[in-house]
């Protein structure tokens, strides 16, 4: 589920009172001690034989990626995520945490998250030892058994591992006693899921620290005698540009990833207004046309020679312009106390200035920025419009301006005035049905129908186009 900004922050989740509350309780319910690799696998075999779905939330993978990830976890491989800015790696690896048991059991004070019947640290074994079938146990929710670290250069082999506490020395605990350490993220995940977001931006004699992590599975704490196996299943993302030159994976590392699986911008157009409707938070309407323009525009910026394709248009330009056109329609219905915020066209110009700083250019387009995305704005449109109203008889529209006539809409200009120049216009009926608004469309709706059909009129060179200095948008005759 995606959570939106506007819902508080939920409790965390209460195991039932049903569950076992000691190691001799446990055993004599009949619990399993897995891995966190053989309960992904369990789990997710699970799910493909239920079918019921495996990645909630992750739009466009079906075919591609999602396939290479189901493989690496059944291979209980730890991986790479590598892919452009804004293609969901992060969210890809925040989903692997549904495939993990609901509620699984760790010894009660354990800072390691260890597992009853597999204590691991040198405190933990000697509670077991001293209580054993009376060990007290709690239960831990899969949503806290997920760490993420994004790599930041000032990351270090403490943070990720850990490091002497000097209050643990302080309170009398001598330096040869393992019990001084404080663990990192990454042990503090035991039994769970660890992601390091941007792998290639951590340093590489960081990188060496997760060397043992990903092979030998244990940690090593300065120069203690301490091998604490680990249980973890370690993902990384990384972009393509940071992988080879920026920063890089050092090749022992890389050698010690089970799998590398490549991610990618929406395949097809259905997919790209898939993922807008999933993830934009919309505050007014946005009929479907217009989400359409949008991921016809985005497309078109990724294909465009003026934008430098190493860097990528992230989905996020996408999401950000539906959110944008919806704002718009939601401010002209607060300033024309309109009863329904429904975006048209007009609402959409306002991307080329908002989403610009979302794109890199080439170096030889300083300056033309807007201009560029204006021009494959209008391109965009008109595709739409060919899409959804091509085959229609507009002549109705035409024929209100080819006398002499003129349609003003705009940002500003109420859906009633709109909706009073056209009057009864012959075939408005059909582009209503065409854009998907029923047989009973709000005055809103209809305003955004004829105004798109306008726009398009004027980009298929049918109608001309003027800007008056109110800010008001003119169609006339050619």
């Avoid at 730890?78 to 989903?95: A, F, H, M, P, Y």
Wanted: proline fraction near 5%; aromatic fraction near 4%.
């Amino acid at each position: 589920m995606t959570v939106t900004p506007d819902q508080a922050p939920s409790a965390l989740p209460v195991a039932p009172a049903d569950l076992p509350r000691t190691a001799g309780e446990l055993r004599s319910s009949g619990h399993r001690y897995r891995t966190v690799k053989q309960e992904l696998r369990e789990n997710l075999l699970a799910r493909i034989r239920s079918g019921e779905e495996r990645f909630p939330g992750v739009v466009g993978y079906e075919d591609t990626v999602l396939p290479e990830l189901e493989r690496a976890l059944l291979a209980g491989h730890d991986l790479v995520l590598l892919g452009e800015r804004g293609q969901g790696k992060t969210r890809v690896i925040r989903s692997l945490v549904s495939l993990l048991d609901e509620w699984t059991p760790v010894i009660a004070g354990s800072e390691l998250n260890e597992h009853p019947f597999h204590p691991v640290s040198p405190a933990s074994r000697r509670a077991a030892e001293e209580a054993g079938d009376d060990l007290k146990i709690a239960w831990l929710h899969r949503s806290m058994r997920y760490g993420e670290k994004l790599a930041t250069p000032d990351t270090s082999v403490g943070d990720l591992i850990g490091d002497v506490d000097p209050i643990r020395v302080a309170q009398g605990r001598t330096l040869g006693d393992p019990e001084t350490i404080h663990f990192g993220l990454v042990p503090r995940t035991n039994r769970g899921i660890f992601a390091v977001n941007e792998l290639p931006d951590l340093a590489e004699r960081i990188q060496v620290a997760l060397l043992n992590v990903l092979e030998e599975r244990d940690i090593q704490v300065r120069g203690y005698q301490l091998r604490i196996p680990l249980d973890v299943l370690l993902v990384a993302s990384a972009n393509p540009e940071d992988y080879t030159n920026r920063g890089r994976i050092i090749t022992p590392l890389k050698d010690r990833f089970g799998a590398e699986i490549r991610t990618h911008y929406p395949l097809d157009l259905e997919l790209e207004t898939e993922l807008i409707r999933q993830e934009a938070q919309l505050h007014a309407e946005v009929p479907e046309h217009l989400v359409e323009v949008i991921a016809r525009f985005t497309r078109a910026v990724r294909e465009s020679p003026a934008v430098d394709s190493r860097s990528g248009v992230s989905a996020r330009f996408a999401i950000a312009g539906a959110e944008t056109v919806s704002a718009s329609a939601l401010r002209r219905s607060a300033l024309l106390g309109e009863p329904d915020a429904v975006a048209r066209i007009c609402d959409t110009i306002t991307v080329t200035s908002t989403l610009r700083g979302k794109v890199e250019f080439e170096s030889g387009e300083e300056g033309r920025e807007v201009e560029i995305l204006a021009h494959l704005l209008r391109t965009a449109t008109a595709e739409t419009f060919r899409a959804r109203l091509s085959g229609l008889d507009l002549s109705g529209f035409t024929g209100i301006v080819s006398e002499g006539g003129v349609i003003e809409t705009g940002e500003l200009v109420p859906a009633e005035e709109v909706l009073r120049q056209v009057g009864r216009v012959p075939g408005l009926a059909k582009v209503l049905e065409r854009l998907g608004f029923g047989d009973a469309p709000t005055r809103a709706q209809a305003a955004s129908a004829v105004e798109f059909a306008l726009e398009g009129l004027h980009l298929t060179r049918r109608l001309s186009k003027d800007l008056t200095e109110g800010g008001r948008t003119v169609y006339g005759s050619k």
